[in-house]
């Protein structure tokens, strides 16, 4: 099966070095000392390019005020498969087409285009009325799949039946932050 995902940069040595880490001090106390297994999987994000079509604000428009600036700009939003959360991506996304002989570590987004469509425009448009104060309308330009791989470290022996503490690791070194 061939995918197009992010370039990884983590090797899994340097993946087993934060996981050792264990995500916080109680993890580190709890599971520090159990044997660590390492999984590569692929989760499915979609890259979604937003039209932004500016309006002036109705007090602007009553006043017949015309604002300055951009009529219109293009957007880009990252919203993963997983949650459904959207980010910004200020970058273009570096992808390369990987071949995956085991398509059990390849996780697609179960969520309606409709659903992703909407979690990107709901914090494009609340971050463009906070940094320009203008009202906007999106429109959807273009919509495609980047997968994003993680290492999946599973903390002590994997039995059927038990439940197993997990830590995922982004691979390609890229953070989201959620603050918007």
Not at 72 to 80: K, T
Request: aromatic share 8%.
């Amino acid at each position: 099966m061939r995918i197009t995902a992010t370039p990884k940069t983590m090797s899994p040595e340097e993946a087993i070095r934060k996981a050792r880490g264990g995500g916080n001090a109680l993890g580190r106390a709890m599971y520090g000392s159990k044997s660590i297994t390492l999984k590569l999987m692929y989760l499915e994000s979609r890259e979604v390019i937003l039209q932004l079509n500016y309006q002036p604000a109705p007090l602007l428009r009553w006043l017949h005020i015309q604002p300055k600036g951009p009529e219109s700009q293009r957007i880009r939003m990252i919203v993963e498969g997983t949650r459904c959360t959207g980010s910004y991506a200020e970058d273009p996304i570096e992808t390369e087409t990987v071949e995956v002989e085991d398509e059990g570590c390849v996780q697609n987004t179960e969520f309606p285009d409709e659903k992703i469509i909407a979690a990107a425009k709901r914090p494009a448009l609340r971050m463009v009325r906070r940094q320009i104060g203008r009202v906007a309308t999106a429109d959807v330009v273009s919509m495609r799949s980047v997968y994003r791989p993680y290492y999946i470290a599973f903390y002590g022996e994997l039995k059927m039946g038990e439940r197993v503490r997990y830590l995922p690791i982004a691979a390609d070194g890229f953070r989201v932050d959620r603050t918007i």
